[in-house]
């Protein structure tokens, strides 16, 4: 259907506990026309029996051209760095790639 392309959202998250509305989002499969989820989980425990390691790597293993796909990026200034030199070394255009880095606030100690 040309008005529902294909999404894969590719979640990468430390560990089972980080993924907030997890389950929400696994439902959108069967709602969704042609959405997939895919959580990465980089430091799962043993309960896990998803994908592991990190979210840019899977993209890698699952895409094999980019040159296809409008990519959104959303994390540390390091993996979207990465991330991006990644995916155009794998076809994606650097016109395709939408992305937002974040830093992680500090705790703050209480006065």
């Not at 959202?9 to 042609?34: A, K, N, P, V």
């Not at 896990?48 to 040159?67: C, L, N």
């Not at 959104?72 to 650097?94: H, I």
């Amino acid at each position: 259907d040309p008005d529902c392309p294909p999404v894969t959202l590719l979640w990468g998250m430390r560990t089972l506990d980080d993924l907030y509305l997890h389950d929400e989002i696994q439902s959108w499969q069967d709602r969704l026309c042609e959405f997939r989820y895919v959580p990465v989980l980089s430091r799962a425990g043993g309960e896990w029996s998803g994908r592991r390691g990190y979210v840019q790597d899977a993209a890698i293993e699952e895409i094999e051209d980019f040159s296809e796909y409008a990519i959104y990026l959303c994390g540390s200034p390091d993996m979207v760095t990465a991330s991006k030199r990644a995916f155009m070394a794998k076809g994606a255009s650097g016109n395709h790639i939408y992305a937002d880095s974040f830093f992680f606030q500090h705790n703050l100690q209480p006065r």
